[in-house]
């Protein structure tokens, strides 16, 4: 067969199979291909808008991402601290941004810990401002400040001392505001569960209020039961907040004036 021939088939071929079924399927098509790019324009317009409305964001997440090589050690020695049990508290009150005041590029990673955004300004006026907005005496407050004012100047054992006494004031008052107990003549009587004061019975020291608090069963029981068991000398894990507490107050040792339970207990 010819070229000629050959060309004249495929032009029959093209004109009487092909082009029919062609135009036939374009039919078919058309409504969906007419979704496909309603959708299409409908998504582009979406993600213009989105970009635009986020423009910033997007824009510091590209920032963070280039400079993160060089932020990863700083976040890291931080990020040990956030795993450590006796720092446990502190992955419920740190917040991102109190890490990231504490890098500084010029200073080497090795300088910067958990220890550093405790003792940073960011941090420490998050706490004062949070006690500001309780419903708690605010007197309390001075005595916050001069705690926080002794740990920054390495004054531990002052720091240490003032906030044992300002752990248990603080729990106290709010157990009486959240009728778990009331205070009567100086005694501290548990509220039961039936409403009822339980006049017989008064709780002494921070352990007795802490297990009344967590009988009660109530959506905080679980963070009641977490600060009774928060481990505040690294490597020894019988001690927590009340045994501990109690030692230290009662003079029974001298020798826990360091930097970390100060922090673990503004924390």
């Known amino acids: 067969m010819s070229n000629d021939a050959n060309q004249k088939d495929f032009f029959i071929w093209w004109r009487e199979d092909l082009t029919p079924a062609s135009v036939a399927a374009r039919k078919n098509l058309e409504p969906h291909i007419k979704r496909w790019q309603e959708i299409a324009v409908a998504f582009n317009k979406a993600l213009n808008q989105f970009v635009e409305e986020h423009r910033e964001t997007i824009e510091l997440w590209a920032a963070f991402a ?59 006026k998050s706490i004062i401002d949070f006690y500001t907005n309780l419903p708690l005496e605010q007197e309390r407050l001075q005595l916050i400040q001069e705690a926080l004012l002794l740990h920054n100047l390495s004054y531990y054992g002052g720091s240490i001392c003032l906030l044992y006494g300002l752990i248990e004031g603080t729990l106290t008052e709010s157990f009486e505001k959240a009728n778990y107990v009331s205070i009567n003549a100086n005694k501290i009587n548990p509220i039961e569960v039936d409403g009822t004061t339980n006049t017989g019975r008064n709780l002494t020291g921070l352990v007795q209020k802490l297990e009344h608090a967590i009988s009660k069963r109530d959506e905080l029981s679980t963070y009641y039961g977490k600060i009774k068991s928060y481990q505040l000398v690294n490597g020894d894990p019988q001690e927590t907040i009340p045994k501990t507490r109690n030692n230290i107050l009662h003079g029974g040792s001298v020798d826990f004036n360091t930097e970390k339970r100060s922090a673990q207990l503004i924390l």
């Open 66 to 124: 280039k400079a993160y090589p060089q932020l990863e050690p700083y976040i890291d020695n931080i990020t040990q601290g956030l795993n450590d049990p006796d720092f446990e508290i502190a992955n419920d009150v740190i917040e991102i941004a109190h890490i990231f005041e504490v890098i500084n590029l010029e200073r080497s990673s090795e300088s910067v810990s958990i220890l550093s955004v405790i003792s940073s300004p960011l941090f420490q």
